[in-house]
């Protein structure tokens, strides 16, 4: 495994942006608990203010958890935005349902059990497109959300550097593989401009062409 930041920065980087927010620090706590990932304040703050930019009319996220980033976007949209979570367990996405409803932001929420593929299918116009599914499923998450994106649409992915074991030559297990098939998708696509931030575990970001 090759480390993506260094630990001292992402101290440094913490240290500067503290968060007051009863329900982040809620679902931070509960993510520790249960082992259960998720991307982080860190990376939630990348989120917020591309969110803020852009000001989707809809957000897609293929994988929620239980909400952790869905907050993130929800805290950031609009009145007239709104964010579609999307996971197999009916658990998570009831606790989603309720800090949603808690913080007074159920309106921005769209709460679905299921394959996220299939749920995804369902929806045209993406203004935002957030991925966050099981790592070898990225490939085949862009073919089918592409044709379903707006114009000048914006595709995040986390995971995008996977522990560092895309730059590692010998390491060749379906998540890695599904990762580096991805990313080169969206690197050589000439509809989208991509970048990978090397925060916590790499962010793709990708502006897709009108």
Excluded at 13 to 31: F, G, R, S, T, V
Excluded at 160 to 182: C, M, N, P, S, Y
């Amino acid at each position: 495994m090759i480390p993506i930041t260094d630990s001292r920065i992402e101290s440094y980087l913490m240290h500067m942006i503290p968060e007051d927010d009863p329900h982040l620090a809620a679902m931070e706590e509960k993510a520790e608990e249960s082992g259960l990932p998720i991307v982080g304040r860190l990376v939630g703050r990348f989120l917020y203010l591309l969110t803020r930019l852009r000001q989707p009319a809809l957000v897609v996220e293929l994988g929620s958890g239980f909400g952790y980033s869905a907050y993130w976007f929800a805290r950031a949209l609009s009145v007239r935005g709104k964010v579609v979570l999307t996971d197999y367990s009916e658990k998570n996405v009831a606790y989603a349902r309720q800090v949603f409803t808690e913080s007074g932001f159920s309106g921005r929420g769209e709460f679905r059990v299921g394959d996220a593929l299939q749920i995804g299918r369902e929806y045209n116009d993406i203004d935002l497109l957030f991925i966050d599914i099981d790592k070898y499923q990225y490939p085949e998450a862009i073919r089918v959300m592409w044709p379903r994106l707006a114009p000048n649409a914006l595709v995040i992915a986390d995971n995008a550097l996977w522990h560092g074991k895309v730059a590692e030559e010998g390491t060749q297990d379906r998540e890695t593989e599904g990762i580096r098939q991805f990313n080169e998708f969206m690197f050589s696509h000439d509809d989208f401009f991509s970048s990978i931030i090397p925060l916590r575990d790499g962010v793709l970001l990708a502006y897709k062409f009108n």
